[in-house]
């Protein structure tokens, strides 16, 4: 048993720093501010970030390499990709979320073609740049319950609906979408569907404004007739209750931790900057075992650490899972769950330590206060991760276990 | 709730039968019960006639277990040695520590065949080196936390008591001169181990164990020992007690034999939970002690003994949790109310999924820090990080337990409302743990 991180990551992890502090952390402010600007000190980032990918031996990291979790298990012991993408992104939200989540070709998108692309599409499909659309009006949480409609007409599926909060749903070049080939077949029946920019019938209607990730473009999508080669239709065409759905609810075990680790980063940020503004008042971090006698922030600090190194190593173990081909639906949720309320509870306590310079916009403690709430969302919410976990672990189905 | 017919019987007879059961099923307790009667008990002097520890002219020098190599990768599986040690003792806590928990904590006492069944088991042999009779080749502070995991998960009282001399054993093994190696290790690889403990609790609040008020000045032929020490496992049954005290500013440990000793007086502290511990109070007055019962020589980290004593108290707040966890669901999913089992709502499923994220977020905060201390790393950092947690979550996972039991927690039929007496202690007690 052994609970470091390995040395060969040592590279990646500090090749991502850099990033985090040299790219985002100066121009994070500026694209808080101008919300639905388009950040192009990214363009060069990406396209290293893809030399990177290309050239490593091992697979390389992020979110188009995340292996299929519940897979084959592996021979011995595997420190891979999944681990990696997730020490990676934890890095660069470090940096700023927002921007993270608007590097070219790192899209959630990407994590779908990779979770359930054959390979035909995945050669086709693999090298661009994909948001994911699933959420609508009327279906949040509940994504069986979405309405946009897929039919097929000859060699092409004819889509039909409006979907919300896309990220990267205008910078994108393509959108995974989640349609129904038939609503009265429930769940088996929803199928993802590749629809490439500019492709006719597919329009964004709206860019949304928001509490925080203002730097992430978040689109509101129409699809009016739009009709796409049937081709596109990713993983098993038929209607199936077996596979269907679950395949497509397995690209979040996958995703999961990589969030969880999003949050982990931010968070991270936070408690080093507050240390940072307290310690010329004096007050340094100090680990104790008997706490109640230390001044109440540096107990409050070693607390919150404390929860923050929990959150890292849940996160960490469910992406190590995924990597050794375990399957890790429970422990991806409990990996979300945790770091989302974490690094939610962490950034604004960051805020009240330092008091109205943590309240202001000359530090961006206020900012990553606003930014972390949106981790303890998408991806699934907090009460979706607790239902996953609790199902597991009570051995109850959906209908049983509302 | 179904319960398994041993416990049921146990605390049936044990509310109309008294004491007289404990014969007639063989748990007669080590000392007998009126010995620990409650705080109305005075002090009385400890001198037991136990075991002597005799001095060897011809020692082995110093024995240190090394630290294992880091590894090269992350990696959550156990190797084939812990697996193994994990397997036996879960039988053993399933088999062996539950059945007797309740009557134990409700007599307060130890079931006699106990210990001998520790023995049995080889608990302190992992403790010592092979070359004072035991099995231990390096440092070993992972497996230490699966084991009270483990025993934890059976009853953390009797874990208690079992692992205080695990704890001495630890201890001398990595922090002892080469002549109290030879003088007391080999005891502990004995058929019957001698019971032994670590009092560094003292009856103050916000008590800091950095800073005993106990105190140790130094005489011609030695040391003299002033103080009071609480809440200190298997107390008043030690034959050998580190204890805690100042000399010359600092902290130390002193090891003190307890047969014959003249200047220890001691009485039964019982607390809120951990009762069949047998926690209690020592008053040392005047305790001459011998120069050699220093423990330690320059390199003794009194800090490292304190980060390796918690690894091991959150092994024991690690195991009970899950015990709590595995009871609850169960119950949640068999317990019916308003046509459906309570499981099926919301409010009761999400506390189990909190309990299950904050149970593994102990354990692995708790394996993280052994395992760098296994390796010869820093743990101090992971060590505070990993106690603050447990004594957060400890708590909180004992009061779910009851919550999600409602009225039937709040009685001695379930065992929830006992491990909600004993999680309290995580972040009360220092005393008594070593990995």
């Known amino acids: ?402 | 709730m179904t319960r398994d017919p041993i416990g049921l019987a146990l605390s049936l007879m044990n509310r109309v039968a008294g004491q007289a059961w404990l014969d007639r099923l063989g748990l007669r307790p080590v000392v007998e019960k009126t010995a620990y009667q409650g705080t109305r008990a005075g002090f009385r002097t400890l001198a037991l006639a136990g075991r002597e520890f005799r001095r060897v002219n011809e020692w082995l020098p110093k024995q240190r277990l090394p630290a294992k190599a880091p590894a090269d990768l992350f990696n959550l599986t156990l190797d084939e040695d812990q697996q193994m040690i994990v397997d036996s003792l879960h039988r053993f806590a399933r088999d062996t520590l539950r059945p007797a928990a309740a009557a134990a904590d409700e007599a307060a006492t130890i079931p006699a065949g106990l210990f001998a069944a520790a023995a049995e088991l080889g608990l302190t042999l992992y403790a010592v080196p092979e070359a004072f009779g035991g099995v231990a080749e390096t440092a070993s502070p992972v497996t230490s936390v699966l084991i009270a995991e483990q025993l934890a998960w059976g009853d953390m009282g009797l874990a208690s008591a079992l692992l205080a001399p695990f704890s001495v054993a630890q201890a001398i093994t990595r922090w002892g001169s080469g002549e109290q190696q030879s003088r007391y290790l080999p005891a502990f690889c004995e058929e019957s181990p001698p019971l032994a403990t670590i009092a560094i609790d003292e009856p103050t609040p916000l008590f800091d164990p950095l800073k005993p008020a106990t105190s140790a000045t130094v005489t011609g032929s030695g040391y003299c020992l002033n103080g009071f020490k609480s809440g200190v496992v298997l107390g008043a049954e030690s034959d050998l007690i580190l204890v805690a005290a100042e000399l010359h500013g600092r902290p130390r440990l002193f090891l003190v034999e307890t047969a014959g000793a003249d200047g220890i007086r001691v009485k039964p502290d019982p607390a809120m939970g951990l009762r069949a511990a047998k926690l209690a109070r020592l008053e040392f007055k005047d305790l001459r002690l011998p120069a050699d019962a220093l423990l330690g020589g320059d390199d003794f980290d009194y800090q490292a003994m304190l980060d390796l004593g918690t690894l091991l108290r959150c092994g024991l707040a690690i195991g009970s949790a899950q015990a709590v966890l595995d009871y609850v669901i169960p119950y949640c999913n068999e317990r019916e109310a308003f046509g459906e089992p309570i499981s099926h709502r919301q409010s009761v499923a999400f506390m189990i999924s909190d309990l299950a994220i904050e149970t593994d977020s102990m354990r692995l905060l708790t394996w993280r820090a052994a395992a760098r201390a296994e390796t010869g790393q820093s743990f101090h950092r992971e060590a505070c990080l990993a106690h603050l947690l447990c004594s957060e979550k400890a708590v909180a996972a004992g009061s779910h337990g009851v919550q999600l039991l409602g009225g039937h927690g709040f009685v001695r039929e379930h065992p929830v409302e006992r491990w909600y007496r004993d999680l309290r202690s995580v972040a009360t007690l220092y005393g008594g743990v070593h990995a």
């Open chain 1, 1 to 402: 048993m052994y609970l470091e991180i390995p040395r060969k990551f040592g590279a990646i992890v500090h090749q991502a720093q850099q990033v985090a502090r040299s790219v985002f952390r100066p121009i994070s402010r500026k694209y808080d501010l101008a919300e639905h600007a388009y950040p192009q000190e990214l363009d060069m980032f990406a396209a290293i970030m893809d030399g990177m990918n290309d050239g490593a031996a091992d697979g390389g990291a992020g979110a188009g390499k995340l292996a299929r979790s519940g897979g084959k298990p592996s021979e011995g012991n595997v420190n891979g990709t999944n681990m990696k993408t997730v020490l990676g992104l934890t890095e660069l939200c470090w940096g700023d979320v927002g921007l993270a989540l608007s590097i070219p070709r790192q899209g959630l998108g990407n994590s779908a073609i990779a979770a359930v692309a054959n390979e035909a599409q995945l050669a086709r499909l693999g090298n661009t740049w994909a948001a994911m659309a699933i959420t609508e009006p009327g279906a949040g949480s509940d994504s069986a319950a979405i309405r946009t409609t897929a039919t097929l007409d000859g060699d092409h599926y004819v889509i039909n609906g409006e979907k919300i909060y896309v990220t990267a749903g205008e910078r994108a070049n393509a959108v995974v979408v989640w349609a129904t080939l038939d609503r009265s077949k429930g769940r088996a029946a929803i199928k993802s569907f590749v629809v490439e920019k500019g492709t006719p019938g597919m329009a964004v209607v709206r860019l949304e404004k928001k509490l925080g990730i203002r730097a992430s473009d978040t689109a509101a999508i129409r699809f009016d007739n739009c009709r796409v080669p049937k081709e596109n239709l990713l993983g098993d065409p038929e209607i199936s209750v077996d596979k269907g759905f679950a395949g497509a609810m397995q690209t979040f075990d996958n995703t999961r931790p990589v969030v969880a680790g999003m949050a982990i980063g931010l968070a991270r940020a936070a408690l080093e900057k507050t240390r940072e503004l307290l310690a010329p008042v004096g007050l340094e971090p100090d680990y104790q075992l008997q706490t109640w006698q230390q001044p109440a922030v540096i107990r409050e600090l070693q607390l919150l650490e404390a929860e923050l190194e929990a959150a890292r190593l849940l996160t960490l173990r469910a992406a190590w899972m995924a990597d050794n081909g375990q399957p890790n639906s429970k422990e991806a949720s409990m990996a979300k769950a945790k770091a989302g309320r974490v690094g939610n509870a962490i950034t604004l306590r960051c805020v009240e330590l330092c008091g109205s310079l943590g309240y202001g916009e000359t530090e961006l403690l206020e900012k990553w206060a606003r930014d972390s709430k949106i981790l303890d969302i998408f991806e699934g919410t907090q009460q979706i991760q607790l239902l996953i976990i609790a199902r597991r672990l009570l051995g109850k189905s959906s209908s049983e276990l509302k």
